[in-house]
Nanobody, 124 residues
Framework: QVQLVESGGGLVQAGGSLRLSCATS????????MGWFRQAPGKEREFVAA????????LYADSVKGRFTISRDNAKNTLYLQMNSLKPEDTAVYYC?????????????????WGQGTQVTVSS
């Protein structure tokens, strides 16, 4: 059974940092692209960042470029999202996702597996 379990969310002041983790299990994701998405109340789920598990090529949304960094630890089968210089508009539930596609993608429909999400709240 494939599982993606996010952790690391919480409440932080504007300008602060958080690191999200996504522990994977149930299969090998070495041929997958992994992504982070977020959904704020009343809004659509939007792409944040993606990384190819093998090779490490990355893709970022313009809104987080230069502030967020996606990475993975192959030995721990864990995906990370380092979030710096957080803003109140970054407040959302953050989801980890896995895509069987061969390239990194921002298209939500191309992701096959999803975690349950972790709440990030940035106060002003």
């Amino acid at each position: 059974q494939v599982q993606l379990v996010e952790s690391g969310g919480g409440l932080v002041q504007a300008g602060g940092s958080l690191r999200l983790s996504c522990a994977t299990s149930g299969r090998t994701f070495s041929n997958y692209a992994m992504g982070w998405f977020r959904q704020a109340p009343g809004k659509e789920r939007e792409f944040v960042a993606a990384i190819k598990w093998i090779g490490g090529s990355t893709l970022y949304a313009d809104s987080v470029k230069g502030r967020f960094t996606i990475s993975r630890d192959n030995a721990k089968n864990t995906l990370y999202l380092q979030m710096n210089s957080l803003k109140p508009e970054d407040t959302a539930v953050y989801y980890c996702a896995a895509s069987r596609g061969k390239t990194v993608t921002f298209h939500r429909i191309e992701y096959d597996y999803w975690g349950q999400g972790t709440q990030v709240t940035v106060s002003s």
